[in-house]
């Protein structure tokens, strides 16, 4: 676990700068006292999200970039009570406040990196049910950037759910299956990461 924590401390320290990487370490750790199931999803997401990230390249800033959103690409839920993130059965009303998250995470993360903000914003907008509906801040941005940023939080989407199924589903028959179905337009980097063995029906994370 120590080993995870330097890890953690030096990906931040290498995307994020100065007093900022210190104030985004406190929100994770804020994230870790406030409902440590989330915590320990995100950091699973952020691992799983850098090994995905490898199967198309071996830069290591884009590697540690990816890392560090994935493990903040929950933070919004510090703004959503344990009772509606734990809460069951998780009705229409629980729904309705849960997907306030990614908006929140937003403002939380936007001063402190900007496109990791916007990673955490849109993880929900490459399924079936897209939350938030627009992501305004990514129209000024250049185009190579744009793509850089929608290419990371594609993966972080994938990763997202492909954990939530392990970890938190009652079906773990057919996963890739039904990562596609809840996914559609994510089918050709689904079907990518199986192949390559960085997703598996039956993988269990160390990071528990």
């Known amino acids: 676990m120590l080993n995870l924590e330097s890890e953690i401390s030096k990906s931040i320290e290498k995307v994020v700068k100065g007093k900022k990487a210190h104030k985004l370490s406190d929100l994770l750790e804020s994230l870790k006292n406030h409902d440590l199931d989330t915590y320990n999803h995100s950091i699973r997401v952020g691992e799983l999200s850098k090994k995905a990230l490898e199967a198309y390249t071996s830069k290591q800033f884009y590697l540690d970039y ?60 490459f399924q079936n049910r897209i939350y938030p509906a627009k992501l305004p801040g990514l129209n000024n941005l250049p185009t190579r950037k744009k ?12 990763v997202d759910a492909y954990d939530r199924i ?27 990461l199986f192949k390559k063995e960085i997703l598996k029906e039956n993988k269990i994370s160390p990071y528990i």
């Open 66 to 125: 990816i890392f560090c959103a994935g493990i903040s690409h929950d933070i919004g839920k510090l703004g959503i009570s344990k009772e509606i993130i734990n809460a069951v059965p998780f009705d229409d009303r629980c729904r309705e406040i849960m997907d306030n998250h990614p908006e929140i995470g937003y403002q939380l993360l936007k001063d402190i990196d900007k496109e990791v903000a916007l990673i955490c914003e849109g993880h929900h907008t």
């Open 166 to 192: 392990k970890y938190k589903s009652n079906n773990h028959n057919h996963i890739e299956g039904q990562l596609i179905d809840t996914h559609p337009q994510c089918k050709e980097m689904i079907q990518y």
């Open 147 to 158: 793509y850089v940023i929608s290419f990371f939080t594609m993966i972080i989407t994938i």
